[in-house]
């Protein structure tokens, strides 16, 4: 299986900071890459697709980049909205999902 | 309007079996893909398997090859998630996740509908 290692686990910031989560694939996953946010009780929501499509209703403060095997999920201007675990899934070969990030109040 | 509708929580002795249903409205229900993703208490996600009910083969996560099978009925547009032989290390949300085709050739799915998870409980 490709395994998805996501870093930081966690991450302190406040409101307007801009905020850059990593995502390293064990091997070319031809940039089928998504990232999801959850918050507690909840389930997940898809925010990017094809490492930098947004989903339709997401807002433009959140973008994604990479290729090959490292990706990043950047939120631009952090709000208060955006408190939340979040997670990058391959689906280049099934799907794995990486152990998440979580993203907390300073 | 697509929706995922599962079935409720149960709680499940060591040793026994548990079968939850994921009910689809919307969309196409033979050419999507059904996947189970779970989720235990405090932790991440972790992709259990999944289905595309027009050829009818299940695909599953290396860990729980053996333990888990997963089926579709057309008929009745729903999906469904069987795990045998619980232990406590299966105690987690279960949610139903429905696969958005992005390659066109049904290979590469990201998830842009879920379920509201099913929590099975696996205690003595």
């Known amino acids: 299986d490709i395994q998805m290692t996501q870093s930081p686990s966690t991450l302190s910031a406040s409101v307007g900071d801009r905020v850059t989560i990593t995502c390293r694939a064990s091997?070319?996953?031809?940039?089928?890459l998504a990232w999801y946010q959850q918050k507690p009780g909840k389930a997940p929501k898809v925010l990017i697709y094809?490492?930098?499509t947004l989903q339709s209703g997401v807002p433009s403060r959140f973008s994604g980049s990479g290729s090959g095997t490292e990706f990043t999920l950047t939120i631009s201007s952090l709000q208060p909205d955006d408190f939340a675990t979040y997670y990058c899934?391959?689906?280049?070969?099934?799907?794995?999902f990486g152990q998440g990030t979580k993203v907390e109040i300073k | 309007q697509v929706q995922l509708e599962q079935s409720g929580a149960e709680v499940k002795e060591p040793g026994s079996s548990v079968k939850v249903s994921c009910k689809a409205s919307?969309?196409?229900?033979?050419?999507?893909?059904f996947a189970w993703v779970r989720q235990a208490p405090g932790q991440g996600l972790e992709w259990v398997g999944g289905?595309?009910?027009?050829?009818?083969?299940?695909h599953y996560a290396q860990m729980l090859q053996g333990r888990v099978t997963i089926t579709a009925d057309e008929s009745a547009s729903t999906a469904y998630l069987e795990v045998t032989d619980l232990q406590s290390e299966d105690t987690a949300v279960y949610y139903c996740?429905?696969?958005?085709?992005?390659?066109?050739?049904?290979?590469?799915?990201?998830?842009?509908?879920w379920g509201q998870g099913t929590l099975v409980t696996v205690s003595s």
């Open positions: 996740a429905r696969g958005t085709d992005d390659s066109g050739d049904y290979d590469n799915y990201f998830f842009a509908y």
């Open positions: 919307g969309g196409s229900f033979s050419s999507d893909l």
């Open positions: 289905i595309i009910p027009l050829f009818a083969t299940a």
């Open positions: 091997e070319n996953i031809n940039n089928w």
């Open positions: 094809k490492v930098s």
């Open positions: 899934q391959q689906y280049n070969s099934y799907s794995t």
